[in-house]
Nanobody, 115 residues
Framework: QVQLVESGGGLVQPGGSLRLSCAAS????????MGWYRQAPGKQRELVAT???????KYSDSVKGRFTISRDNAKNTVYLQMNSLKPEDTAVYYC?????????WGQGTQVTVSS
């Protein structure tokens, strides 16, 4: 069982920045594939970014060039640095881990981009 706890969400003005963190339990974090997803009201959950155990990254077209996913295996933590935020980035952001073929989710953290 892998437990994920997100933090760092909040209210930010358009053009601002936030950094989300996701702390994972377990002794084999370095082997997990990690990702960030988001779900806006009335919409399906969508992929934001992923990072493999080998630190290869992928981004959705909507965030490419603005968001950066990274991981610190010593801290069992994955980050999502979000810059140049737009109102359409408003959503609940979820951390995801894939380990030994199983998928795990955090409880989500709200990000609101509004003036």
């Amino acid at each position: 069982q892998v437990q994920l706890v997100e933090s760092g969400g909040g209210l930010v003005q358009p053009g601002g920045s936030l950094r989300l963190s996701c702390a994972a339990s377990g002794s084999f974090f370095s082997g997990y594939a990690m990702g960030w997803y988001r779900q806006a009201p009335g919409k399906q959950r969508e992929l934001v970014a992923t990072i493999s155990s080998g630190a290869r990254t992928k981004y959705s077209d909507s965030v490419k060039g603005r968001f950066t996913i990274s991981r610190d295996n010593a801290k069992n933590t994955v980050y999502l640095q979000m810059n140049s935020l737009k109102p359409e980035d408003t959503a609940v952001y979820y951390c995801n881990a894939v380990a030994w073929g199983y998928e795990y989710w955090g409880q989500g953290t709200q990000v609101t981009v509004s003036s």
